[in-house]
C-alpha cells in the first residue's frame, strides 16, 4: 500500500503543529515561521504526527524520534510556502 493513502491532509497536520506550538491559527504560525525566525520554524513528522518546535525553515526529511524515520518536515514546507 503505498505511503501517502495513509497521509493525514495537509490542513490537518499544519493544525495539529499550530495548536501544540500555541499559536491561535495556522496563519499565525506560518507568519510567526516566515518572518520571526532564524531560517527555524516548528515541524511535524508526517508519519506519526509528533510536532518539533523547531526544525530548518526546509526541512523535508529529519529525522523523526518518535517513529525512528526520515519524515519530519518544516510546516512552510508542509504548506508548500518554500
Ligand atoms: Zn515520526
Do not use: W
Amino acid at each position: 500500500m503505498p505511503d501517502s493513502s495513509q497521509r493525514k491532509p495537509r490542513g490537518e497536520l499544519l493544525q495539529k503543529a499550530a495548536e501544540v506550538n500555541g499559536f491561535d491559527s495556522i496563519d499565525d504560525m506560518l507568519t510567526v515561521a516566515t518572518y520571526d525566525y532564524d531560517n527555524r520554524c516548528p515541524g511535524i513528522c508526517v508519519n506519526c504526527e509528533e510536532v518539533y518546535e523547531d526544525v530548518e525553515a526546509d526541512a523535508k526529511g529529519n529525522h523523526c524520534h518518535t517513529c525512528n524515520k526520515k519524515r519530519v518536515i518544516s510546516v512552510l514546507v508542509l504548506a508548500e510556502l518554500i
